[in-house]
């Protein structure tokens, strides 16, 4: 991997291409510390040492590389985004005219990103309202000072403002990135956001009690875990295709082989994160209530706490439906096997059409559980490695290991394979 890197390196073109995404990185990392408009940097920072934040803030904050509890103008971060784009694409399951934008090619893809566009400003108004409004009296629990001084209507819809043209800015840096720099250019800046929290992290690990030994089993966990994602996710099952010879004029097409390659874990990070955003929902309806009412503490102790035995059955329950429902979506047995059948392709030793669909989603079912096992066990081994040491800190988070090796490997395989096409001998040398 050094290699590729210190060979593109030695590329003009592709050398520009890499100085351009780690410029956009930066500037985008330089956003999260500007404060909105409104916002006292001074009265945030002594919240932040003061008080506390719950799961789902902290995960928000995770995914903003820190801007969140920042009040900044990148508070948001590409979260309103990720969310916008998971909602299309389950759209496509309900509204057949989504679909039909899907199978139309570039111009239907055109079409469905600028509604994807359009709903992650729609999402960005809605959480930044949230977000400005809480702010003073449940952003920070314990914290006394105000963090936004001027409540009034005018100053908070500046500050609201400012959000959210700060998430339509992050998507336009993401947007720059895919198309003249190296890699997804959203997935590059979540990549930056929670990889920019790590040091901190394992550094306040290391100033506590017994801090340097746990900081050495916590980065010794991240490693075995990186590994354990870069082994499945680079795991697949290769299912054979043939295609059978015909005549179409005078030409003879077809007599190939191919195959269908089967992730084991098709679904990716999704799950994980369906899973986390359902079960912080009951701890922000809560926070709202009464903090002396008895189900407010049941939640507290029972669901907002994600080292709490109820949490993490409840959690890897979803993690289990959510797989097997979005794979369900993202691969359709019965589509592939009409394509197949169309083009003249069948499976050796099973016959196209019905049968073909069944066979596919017979393996998919198969590997589908051992990809859901492998989600639930990376996303609660952290949790329980860190409640077993008592480190109640968002340091590792399953679904941070997932998106930093996933996107990690994605890039290399970009950056490698655009040294291929520059470096390509051709026959002659």
């Not at 040491?389 to 994605?410: D, H, K, Y």
Request: with cysteine; charged share 10%; net charge positive.
């Amino acid at each position: 991997m050094l290699g590729a890197f210190a060979q593109a390196f030695r590329t003009p073109d592709l050398r520009r291409k890499l100085l351009f995404t780690l410029g956009i990185m930066a500037l985008f990392r330089l956003g999260t510390f500007i404060p909105a408009p409104g916002v006292s940097y001074a009265n945030v920072q002594q919240c932040l040492a003061l008080a506390g934040t719950g799961d789902l803030m902290g995960i928000v904050n995770l995914f903003s590389g820190g801007a969140l509890l920042q009040l900044s103008i990148f508070a948001l971060g590409i979260m309103p985004y990720i969310t916008a784009s998971i909602i299309v694409q389950l759209m496509r399951v309900v509204i057949p005219r989504f679909e039909e934008l899907h199978k139309e090619g570039q111009s239907g893809q055109s079409k469905l990103t600028q509604y994807t566009r359009y709903l992650t400003i729609f999402l960005a108004i809605l959480q930044s309202a949230v977000i400005v409004t809480v702010a003073n009296n449940g952003l920070f629990p314990g914290c006394t000072v105000p963090p936004i001084p001027d409540d009034s209507p005018l100053a908070l819809l500046l500050t609201i403002t400012a959000m959210t043209a700060g998430t339509g800015l992050v998507m336009w840096l993401g947007e720059l990135i895919t198309e003249r720099g190296v890699g997804n250019g959203m997935s590059l800046l979540i990549f930056t956001s929670i990889v920019a929290s790590f040091p901190s992290a394992v550094v306040s690990i290391a100033g506590g009690t017994n801090g340097v030994v746990n900081a050495l089993v916590i980065v010794g966990l991240l490693l075995v875990v990186t590994l354990l994602v870069v082994f499945v996710e680079q795991s697949t099952r290769r299912i054979p295709v043939q295609y059978a010879k015909r005549m179409v004029g005078r030409r003879l097409y077809g007599g190939s082989s191919t195959y269908i390659p089967i992730k084991i874990n098709m679904a990716g990070v999704i799950p994980v994160i369906f899973a986390s955003s359902l079960l912080a929902l009951p701890t922000l309806v809560a926070q709202f209530g009464d903090q002396s009412a008895r189900w407010v503490q049941w939640v507290i102790v029972n669901v907002a706490d994600p080292q709490a035995p109820l949490y993490i059955a409840i959690y890897a329950v979803l993690i289990l439906f959510f797989t097997y429902f979005y794979t369900s979506i993202t691969f359709n047995p019965d589509e592939v096997a009409d394509n197949m059948k169309r083009y003249g392709g069948f499976i050796p030793g099973i016959r196209a059409g019905r049968p073909t669909a069944e066979y596919l989603q017979y393996v998919l079912s198969r590997i589908t559980t051992a990809g859901a096992l492998y989600l639930t066990l990376v996303a609660l081994l952290p949790t329980i490695v860190m409640a077993q040491m008592n480190i109640t800190q968002l340091v590792l988070g399953g679904t941070s290991i997932l998106i930093v090796a996933g996107v990690g490997l994605q890039t290399v395989r970009e950056i490698d394979s655009q040294l291929q096409q520059r470096h390509y001998e051709g026959f002659l040398r």
